[in-house]
Structure formats: C-alpha cells, structure tokens
C-alpha cells in the first residue's frame, strides 16, 4: 500500500506540467525499463490457472461500485458497472511502430472499392470552365438571398473568382489512375521540409464526385526539420504545424454525399429516424467480410451506430448562420454545388444514412484501445507538440454497401515483449482508480463556478492502449491498461475516457502525451 501512494504522489506531481525535461525524460524511460522488466517477470499460467481465467487470477469481480465523496463534499465519484475483461488467458505486451499503407494493402483496397470504375488522378488546377461555373452558381444565389451577410459573401467570392479565371488554363488534364502510390514533396516557405507517398483519386473529376479514393503516408521528414513544417495555402498565407504520424486511408462511393456526411455535422441518429432498410447485425457482417476479402483480420467490430446528415429547418439555419459568420466559405461552396442552392440542403434521401461500424485491432485476441485521436508530447504549445494519432478504422454500410471508409495511422507490431504480462490484482487498481479521480478530478468540482459535478463511470474495461516511448512519434508500447469510461454530452461516442491506469504498475496515463 505505501508503495502505490508513494506511486500516486509522484504521478499526481507529474500530472501538473506538459514539457519533458531532459530529468523528466530520463525518469520516463527508466520507469518504461522497470515496466518492461517488471512485466516479464511473469511466472508461467498453470493448467489450472488458465481454466480459472483472467479475472479470476486477477481478483476482479464481476461489478465494480463506488460511492466516493471527498471532504468538501464538492467532488463525487460513482459507478455501478460491470468490469470488461477480455476472454483470454493473458494480456501480452509489445513494442510497436507508426505504420505507412504498403502498395499491396493499397492496391487490394483499391481494386474492391473502385476496380469496377474508371478512376482518374485529382489536379487541383481549376479550368475557366469549372470558374465560369461557380460564377453562376453564387450569382443564382444572390438573386433569391435573403441574407445581407451572405449576399455580401456571394458578393466577395464571385470577386475571388474573376480573379483566378485571368490566369485559369482553358482546360485540365487528368490521367487514368490504377491505384499506384506517387512520392511527392511536401514543402511550405520554398525549402523541402521533406517526401510522402500519396495517392488521390476520382471518378468524375468536374465536380470531384462519385467515387474518391485517398491515401496519404506519413511524411519523411528532412534532418533539417526535427520539429515542425510549414506550408502555404494558394493565397500565399504561410502557417507552421508539429510533425505529425497520421498516414491515413479515406474512401468515399459519392463524395458529394460523404464529404456533407463527415465534414458538415454528420452526427448519430436513433432509430425513430431510420429511413435505410438494412438491419445493424447486416451492416456489420457486410463490414467484417469485406475487411477479410482484402485480407485485413487483425481488426475486429467494437461499436456501431446510425449516422445522418439530416437536419431539421431549424439546425439548417444554423448550421447556415455559423458557416456564414465564421467565413467557412468551402463549405458554403460544397452545399451550392452539391444541391443547387441553401434551401434545397434539407434533404431526406435515405441514400444519406449509414451504418458506422468502428473497428479495433486485436492482439492475441485483446483489443487494442483507442480513446483520443491523437498523442503530443515534448511541449507545453500544444499546437507545435509532435503529434501520433491514434490508430481508428471505421466503416459506413447503407443497402448499396460500403459508402464509406477510413483508416488512420496503422501500427505493426514489431517485437512480443511477452505474451503474459505480469498485472496487479485488481484490489490495487482499485485504490488507483478511486484515489486519482479526486486527485486529477477533484480540484475542479472544488473550485470551478460549476461545483458539485458528479463523475459517473459507466465503463471499466481491461485492454491493452499504445503508449509513448521517450522522445518519439513513431514507437510504443501496447501495455494492458483499466481504463475508465464516463459520458460526454460532447462527443459523438458517447463516452470518453477520464482515467487510464496502467494494469502492470499502477501508474497514470496521461491520454493527451501518451506516457
């Protein structure tokens, strides 16, 4: 017991700042070597020991409750939930690497979701015809505006345009695409910051719709350029982002719906509002078989829910009223394009539902977690911290099939470090677990204005989640980790994850650093 407050004392100190230190650092790949150590110290599983089975060996009972009240009678902590534990024998552990999407894994996903259409290579030059239309697109808008704000933004666009129209080519040259990757170079104040293999495609290249197909590697960076990158928009406005792992996969059937569908408010629905014939258990089985027609088993279904782009008068209004105020021009462009003018946006076409199956990858048959899109470690600016996205596959089924797909930052696993790791019981975790919440949680339901706030779990599950090792974007470690789950009203999810405790040591994991 000493031994794990003296462990809490030291993580809820750790907890208060961002920006490793070279001390700092040290400290964190020692305590990774004692883990690595610690959890190879596992005495062999026993016939009897395997056939009692993992919550058994740990103590875990079948519900976890808590009732928790802090002194100042400000902070509460509950739960009644039952403790998710995987079906296996033992909980391995493993060195991993952001992955790139090889040719071959490429090709086959290439091939199953646009082999059946001609595909061509997207040139970002814009024709004076594609111009002349847009034109006429927002001067058909001006005449039945009833907005002043944006009649104005009609106004400045077609002005934008004029300009662009001079130097215009007359014409634009696709070539036929037959799903090959392209090494282009990614620069941004005119000096290479460094090379990416990327890949994007179309099927009707004057509107940019139909099918569209999209992979971006990560980016090779040059030795020059440790840190961050900059890059340009088409105006010249230069901007700096961290260096990022985040190769990622996207398909789309009609990318005139699916841009709408994940870009514009794409959100879940309940079953009042279904329009699309195909049952949730067909979706997923339709998901799961194409996955393994291309070959890809080490993903398994982890969650599912009914997606739409449907709005209400009310919703499309404001949807409207923000992208106008907060000059979202592209995305104003994209509704005038796709459905002729603002008031034909509200369209119930069930074509604009689908199932979205989420998928996880599995490792002796634990599912890898995946709570936050992306890690950043090494400083306090958030917005020049190297990021690593967290690994997500998701795919959305309608009754045509698969409508859409993406597939971010892939891991390979490149060394077991063992295949049963040595955890605490659960009785120790459980102390974690209930002391960290006031810890990390405590100070703001104390002195926030919104005092009071009860923190419910309504989850604990046992799996395994990549964490950072020292000083990198680009390794970790897959260690088993009890994570806690609690709802937000603010993620389309519906829940999210509000503690992380490593099941080997007991320590916290900070979910925004990954260590």
Avoid at 204 to 224: A, C, D
Avoid at 256 to 279: A, Q, T, W, Y
Avoid at 405 to 416: D, G, K, S
Avoid at 420 to 444: C, H, N, T
């Amino acid at each position: 017991m000493r031994k794990l407050c003296a462990v809490m004392l030291c993580l809820a100190f750790m907890l208060a700042a961002c920006q490793p230190t070279p001390e700092k650092q040290a400290v964190i790949q020692k305590d990774m070597e004692q883990m690595i150590e610690k959890a190879q110290k596992t005495p062999g599983i026993t016939q009897e020991a395997a056939q009692g089975g993992l919550r058994e060996r740990l103590g875990a009972p079948q519900r976890y409750t808590a009732d928790i009240v802090d002194k100042s009678g400000k902070f509460y902590f509950k739960a009644d939930v039952e403790l998710t534990i995987p079906e296996v024998d033992a909980m391995p552990m493993a060195w991993v690497e952001a992955a790139n999407f090889e040719q071959d894994m490429v090709t086959r996903l290439f091939d199953a979701l646009c082999g059946d259409r001609e595909m061509y290579v997207w040139n970002e030059t814009i024709s004076k015809n594609q111009i002349e239309k847009s034109i006429v697109h927002y001067q058909s808008e001006i005449a039945v505006s009833q907005s002043e704000a944006y009649t104005e933004m009609c106004k400045k666009t077609i002005e934008k345009l004029k300009k662009q129209y001079k130097t215009a080519p007359e014409s634009v040259e696709y070539k036929p695409c037959s799903g090959m990757l392209e090494l282009m170079e990614i620069s941004g104040t005119g000096v290479i910051d460094g090379t990416m293999e990327y890949l994007e495609a179309v099927e009707n290249t004057e509107e940019k719709s139909g099918r569209w197909f999209l992979v971006k590697n990560n980016i090779n960076y040059n030795e020059n350029n440790k840190r961050a990158h900059s890059e340009s928009d088409q105006e010249g406005n230069i901007s700096s982002r961290s260096q990022r792992s985040d190769a990622e996969l996207r398909y789309k059937r009609e990318n005139r719906i699916g841009s709408i569908l994940r870009g514009n408010g794409g959100k879940p629905v309940g079953d009042e509002r279904k329009m699309i014939d195909i049952s949730p258990e067909a979706a997923v089985k339709t998901a799961v078989d194409f996955l393994e027609s291309v070959g890809i088993y080490s993903m398994e279904p982890n969650g599912i829910r009914l997606m739409s782009n449907h709005y209400s008068r009310e919703e499309l209004e404001r949807l409207v009223e923000y992208t106008i105020e907060n000059d979202e021009q592209e995305k104003i462009d994209r509704i005038i394009r796709d459905y002729g003018s603002i008031e034909s946006f509200y369209n119930r076409d069930k074509e604009h539902q689908g199932y979205e199956i989420e998928f996880l990858r599995t490792m002796n048959g634990v599912k890898v977690a995946s709570d936050y899109n992306a890690t950043r470690s090494g400083s306090d600016d958030a917005y020049a911290a190297p990021e690593w996205a967290n690994e997500k596959l998701s795919i959305v089924v309608n009754d045509e099939g698969i409508f859409e797909l993406q597939w971010i930052q892939p891991l390979n696993v490149t060394e077991l470090i063992t295949g049963s790791a040595e955890l605490l019981q659960f009785s120790e975790i459980r102390v974690v677990i209930e002391k960290m919440m006031e810890v990390i949680y405590g100070p703001f339901s104390r002195e926030h204005e919104n005092a009071g706030k009860t923190y419910e779990a309504t989850s604990i599950e046992l799996s395994l989640m990549r964490i950072n090792a020292r000083d990198t974007i680009t390794k970790g470690l897959l260690v088993p980790v009890w994570s806690v789950y609690s709802e937000d009203s603010n993620n389309y999810n519906e829940k999210t994850s509000v503690l992380a405790v490593n099941a080997i040591d007991g320590s916290i994991i900070d979910l925004q650093t990954g260590y």
